[in-house]
């Protein structure tokens, strides 16, 4: 625990960066995106996807 809060208290504006994929350049110069994304765009693509809309 110790060892994690070294970077907050002893370097300036000391925060954990983001660990999601799209925030990581690295990912977006490979065109990685996370499977939300991935599924949302394959679900555009396809006629026979299933709707994001729930019936409730």
Do not use: P, T
Not at 14 to 20: A, I, L, P, V
Not at 36 to 51: G, H, L, Y
Request: aromatic fraction near 8%; include cysteine; proline fraction near 0%.
């Amino acid at each position: 625990m110790a060892f994690l809060c070294v970077k907050l208290f002893f370097l300036k504006d000391g925060r954990f960066s983001s660990q999601h994929i799209h925030d990581s350049e690295a990912m977006r110069q490979r065109d990685i995106h996370c499977v939300m994304d991935q599924d949302r765009e394959q679900r555009r693509k396809s006629r026979w996807a299933v709707s994001e809309r729930s019936n409730n």
